[in-house]
């Protein structure tokens, strides 16, 4: 019954209202008082020396801007690929322990490498969560095993199944900055089609509306805010007038960056005065290697990149500015960690559409240079035309001082970022630099510290794996604390090192990641048993610049044992697991499906559970209802990086296969179909099972033949990282240029059904 009197009546007359005696029912407190509120920034395949802050040339004032309000940390490491690192941030454990040892995309069945994060190492946001914090994820998630991303699930396994009670972004590794395949919680968003857009933006805008209804909902929770855009990774995607802030800036290329940055970090202290400059690969180009007839192409790549970089920058201002607006930066414990490894070399020797790499597909700059051409030429790069991505040169002086780059783990130009730590209510600037050597999987211990709470033993009824890394929540007050953290392995794609009580011993491995088509050829004489180490002494080395392995061979031993220890008992081995696809394509995470049926409904397909077109031998027929002059497409896969499109224009019947921009392959009837109904099919046969071969479209109607066409080289792997297929419209990036102006395109017809077959192999 309710506790006040019904409404006053005749029969109810002298009735009186009492006060209530009840009182607002409390809720349980499970954290310390004033337990703060964190946010983690990670940004993307940023290097060490690229921000201004540390001496690089580009510039990041709210890099700086957190640094002054806080502490810098100069020997901070990540693993040198983004799944591994995001799996150990948001985790605690070391990669492989957590099944992560490569990128999801590459995932395969060893237990250090099947791209899934068991419920027995719970996130962070899941811990968390049972303490009464509200948690959200914006960005770049790369954790979910790319064939479980469909809207059937399993959906446990997708940012809001670990913990995040608000997710905003995208799940795969990259996507378009003018076009990405974004989801908020579980349900695909549509980007506008507007000139003004750009990703890093919308995160932002959606991360502050966040905290705006955290602050009217539930001011009294503490926050967890996990800020993650896919800048500055692949493809570099900007507009023109924040790449023209750098115009010019990079004319001399590469080497003399280094230089120019080496100096300036030993002059603002971000590197010991000692620190020697190491030295370029022997199989990377020198700028005065580069022809002067590609130079502005070479300048061109790093503007644009540079001004993604310093735009994402300006995002993270915009954070910051809506946590002192809103009062809540005393308590925010802010956590910005300037890269999930070292710059890519992905982009080879500078490219217009960076999985060329991915796939293996070898190419030379002047066919980039062709299809760029075809397209507007230089003023086309950092446009949705292009998915350009820098040269190796530009990654390698990114990560100065240091060797090397992304997607090596045994040399720091692959594994070092810089990181800005600050908690006003907490910790007192310093400019004294934090030297203590220190990992990614330390964020969590170290969150769980400054909360005040223990590692848990349990969550959600399963039982947990210990936590690995180890809180640097010392490093605070004092500059001059000894390293608490005694051990720590890295290794990725066979790339390996240990470190121990300042040693460091390593071994480059087989994969160069500025030669990636060369892989297959260099694994077939790899023996992991005879290949050498080097050894360094971190205590007076800080570059990792002179190897002492022939002075102290005992040493190596030692620690290549306590390497051999460490990881097989954190599942790394088989070493080099990550490798796998390079050599066998064919295993490559797909839908174990060979027959579909689909309809007009069925959009948004994740390419890594959809019929493998334009990669296996297959035929696709289409029952449709056409009108006079019919156009649109009838079903795509990918996008403007690569794919394959069957679409109607004007009544023409056209295919396309987009070999990743360099080739477009085109079969178009010579007549246009009659209004009514129809049966189209389009049948690829491959001449071959070897990578990249060659295959022959027939197009047909009604079984009589209409076009076809020869594909001279096709792609193995991906088309992209975040490209879907769906039928009657072609919705995220265009596949063929022809209808780029049109998108997303859609079939004025009737599409009554779609049957796709594959071959089994």
């Known amino acids: 019954m309710l506790p006040f009197p019904p409404t006053p009546s005749a029969s109810t007359a002298g009735y009186t209202l009492v006060e209530s005696?009840?009182?607002?029912?409390?809720?349980?407190?499970?954290?310390?008082?004033?337990?703060?509120?964190?946010?983690?920034?990670l940004l993307d395949d940023v290097g060490f020396g690229l921000a201004d802050t540390v001496g690089g040339e580009v510039h990041t004032p709210n890099f700086t801007r957190v640094v002054e309000a806080g502490l810098g940390y100069n020997c901070f490491h990540t693993t040198s690929i983004c799944s591994p690192t995001r799996a150990a941030l948001l985790t605690g454990r070391n990669h492989h322990r957590v099944h992560s040892g490569t990128i999801a995309e590459r995932a395969v069945d060893w237990d250090g490498y099947t791209g899934v994060i068991g419920k027995d190492t719970a996130t962070i946001a899941e811990v968390l969560r049972h303490y009464g914090y509200k948690t959200a994820a914006f960005g770049k998630w790369h954790n979910s095993p790319a064939d479980q991303t469909t809207a059937m699930g399993p959906l446990d396994r997708w940012p809001t199944g670990h913990g995040f009670e608000h997710f905003y972004g995208f799940i795969a590794g990259e996507t378009s900055q003018w076009e990405p395949r974004l989801y908020e919680n579980t349900n695909p968003v549509e980007p506008p089609h507007d000139e003004h857009y750009h990703l890093s933006e919308d995160l932002a805008d959606k991360a502050i509306t966040w905290l705006r209804r955290h602050e009217a909902y539930a001011p009294d929770a503490p926050f967890l805010l996990y800020w993650a855009p896919g800048a500055?990774?692949?493809p570099h995607h900007i507009f023109k007038e924040w790449a023209d802030r750098y115009r010019g800036r990079f004319d001399d290329g590469w080497d003399a960056y280094r230089e120019r940055v080496f100096q300036?970090?030993?002059?603002?202290?971000?590197?010991?005065?000692?620190?020697?400059?190491?030295?370029?690969?022997d199989s990377m180009q020198g700028w005065d290697e580069i022809p002067e007839s590609e130079r502005p192409f070479q300048a061109r790549l790093m503007e644009v990149f540079a001004g993604f970089l310093e735009h994402v920058d300006a995002q993270v201002g915009r954070l910051l500015d809506e946590l002192e607006r809103l009062d809540r930066h005393e308590n925010t414990l802010v956590l910005y960690i300037f890269g999930d490894n070292g710059s890519s070399a992905e982009g080879q020797r500078g490219s217009i559409s960076e999985l060329l790499a991915q796939n293996g597909i070898p190419n030379t700059v002047a066919e980039q240079l062709a299809a760029l051409d075809k397209l507007g030429g230089l003023p086309v790069l950092g446009s949705p035309r292009t998915d350009n991505m820098y040269h190796a040169g530009w990654a390698w002086a990114g990560n100065t001082p240091f060797h090397h780059t992304k997607l090596v783990a045994s040399h720091f130009g692959g594994t070092r970022n810089a990181m800005a730590v600050s908690w006003p209510a907490r910790i007192k600037p310093d400019a004294r630099l934090r030297s203590q050597f220190h990992h990614v999987n330390d964020v969590v211990p170290t969150i769980y510290e400054a909360i005040g709470i223990p590692a848990p033993e349990s969550v959600d009824g399963f039982d947990q794996k210990p936590i690995d890394g180890t809180s640097f929540l010392y490093t605070f007050d004092d500059a001059g604390m000894p390293t608490r953290k005694t051990v720590q392995y890295f290794e990725n794609n066979a790339s390996r090192g240990i470190y121990a009580d300042g040693w460091y011993a390593c071994a480059f491995g087989p994969f160069v990641p500025w030669d990636t088509p060369s892989t297959a050829q260099r694994l077939k004489g790899w023996d992991m048993a005879t290949e050498?180490?080097?050894?360094?002494?971190?205590?007076?080395d800080f570059s990792q610049a002179h190897d002492l392995a022939a002075v102290q061979p005992t040493k190596v031993e030692e620690l290549k044992a306590l390497f051999k220890e460490v990881s097989r008992n954190n599942l790394v081995w088989p070493v080099g697991a990550g490798l796998w696809l390079r050599l066998h394509p064919e295993d490559r995470i797909a839908s174990p499906y060979t027959r579909w049926r689909f309809d007009e409904s069925v959009t948004r397909m994740p390419e890594f559970t959809a019929p493998g077109l334009g990669k296996q031998d297959s035929v696709v027929e289409i029952e449709l209802t056409a009108g006079d002059q019919a156009s649109g497409v009838l079903y795509a896969l990918g996008g403007f990086s690569g794919g394959v499109s069957l679409f109607m224009d004007k009544g023409m019947l056209v295919y396309e296969y987009n070999m990743l921009i360099l080739d477009r392959y085109q079969a178009r009837s010579r007549q246009p179909l009659a209004a009514g109904r129809h049966v189209v099919t389009v049948e690829t046969r491959f001449e071959s099972a070897e990578p990249m071969g060659p295959a022959t479209v027939t197009l047909q109607v009604d079984g009589e033949v209409v076009a076809g066409v020869a594909v001279a080289r096709t792609?193995?792997?991906?088309?992209?990282a975040s490209e879907t297929f769906g039928v009657g419209v072609d919705l995220g990036s265009p596949v063929s240029p022809d209808y780029f102006d049109r998108r997303p395109f859609r079939f004025d017809g009737t599409i009554h059904g779609v049957t796709v077959e594959v071959s089994a192999g």
């Open 21 to 41: 005696t009840h009182h607002r029912r409390e809720r349980p407190r499970r954290l310390p008082e004033n337990a703060p509120n964190v946010l983690i920034v």
């Open 232 to 234: 500055a990774h692949g």
């Open 264 to 281: 300036r970090q030993k002059d603002k202290g971000w590197i010991p005065a000692d620190a020697t400059l190491t030295p370029r690969a």
């Open 532 to 540: 050498p180490w080097e050894l360094y002494d971190l205590r007076t």
């Open 715 to 720: 792609v193995p792997l991906a088309f992209s």
